[in-house]
């Protein structure tokens, strides 16, 4: 019988290509570097090619080597699935799920959904990670989490979608800006020009562009912001105007005597906020009854 690669000298590998360094590699998997360094010649062995080259100072991937990482990433988690599929059957919707979500739903859905998720499954421990979508999705993809809750349109295609509602873009500005002054408001040349936007990473900075017409801008002024807070406290200093999602409006971070906040006029662009999971993952049902507590969050 062909001897097959071991969980654990797929795992010895994932974390070299991702450190690139054998001391940190091993600690991060927990074990001796010669128990590392010993697993990855094993490994090697199996496959009988080169998967690493290293001398004294460097660590390098052969091109083999990232390809046989890339697909460990995937078996491993896959067998996070298969153990995770195992633990459901005794009792769905208990024991650990990890959860990421993008910091532009984060704050405005999150409170509301923990107190409904804690009521109806007392069992479950959700493990929050907030984060950029490009970073979850990767996070997904090596089974360092179980679902991500992010806004399209984003590249999903290797993804299973679970789409929860859509959330409408509102223009922000100060009061007395022409721009703002209508109870609805068209998005025109003049607005796109004085549009601030979120630093690269965030998919909203995507979505406003996307909503002026535009593929690549610079924010007004050269200015970028890093978070919702900062963009809206920029808008209320007079730096320009901006997007915001209806969510953030709603939940009140734009009440304040210095700034207006409007619809775009209908039909408005919009995002959808769906939750993204493995397409090997066996847990269904979770995602089910995780996306119906979104829903009725959102509803409520």
């Known amino acids: 019988m062909t001897a097959l690669p071991t969980h654990k000298q797929l795992q010895y590998l994932v974390a070299l290509s991702e450190q690139l360094n054998f001391t940190r590699a091993a600690e991060s998997c927990f074990v001796t570097q010669s128990t590392l360094s010993a697993g990855l010649k094993e490994l090697e062995d199996v496959l009988g090619a080169r998967l690493v080259e290293r001398d004294r100072q460097t660590v390098r991937m052969t091109p083999l080597g990232l390809e046989v990482a890339g697909r460990a990433r995937s078996i491993l988690a896959a067998t996070q699935d298969l153990v995770d599929r195992a633990a459901e059957t005794k009792e769905p919707m208990s024991g650990q799920l990890r959860l990421g979500i993008i910091p532009t739903i984060a704050p405005f859905l999150l409170p509301r959904a923990l107190p409904l998720l804690r009521a109806r499954y007392p069992g479950l421990r959700l493990a929050l990670r907030e ?9 997904l993809e090596d089974g360092q989490i179980d679902f991500a809750l992010i806004a399209l349109p984003y590249a999903t295609a290797n993804l299973l979608v679970e ?91 734009t009440d304040s005597p210095g700034l207006l906040a409007r619809p775009l006029a209908r039909p408005g662009p919009q995002r959808t906020i769906a939750l993204v999971a493995r397409r090997s993952t066996s847990r269904g049902a979770e995602l089910q009854a995780l996306a119906e507590i979104m829903r009725q969050a959102k509803a409520d």
């Open 163 to 253: 789409a929860l509602f859509d959330d409408a873009l509102w223009v922000v500005g100060r009061p007395g800006d022409p721009e703002v002054a209508t109870e609805s408001v068209a998005v025109t040349p003049a607005l796109s020009e004085r549009l601030l936007l979120l630093e690269e990473g965030h998919c909203l900075r995507d979505h406003a562009l996307i909503a002026c017409g535009k593929t690549t801008r610079q924010a007004a002024g050269d200015i970028e912001a890093t978070s919702l807070l900062t963009l809206v406290q920029m808008v209320e200093s007079g730096l320009g105007i901006g997007l915001l999602p209806e969510m953030a409006v709603r939940s009140g971070l």
């Open 131 to 139: 984060d950029l979508t490009a970073n979850l999705l990767l996070r």
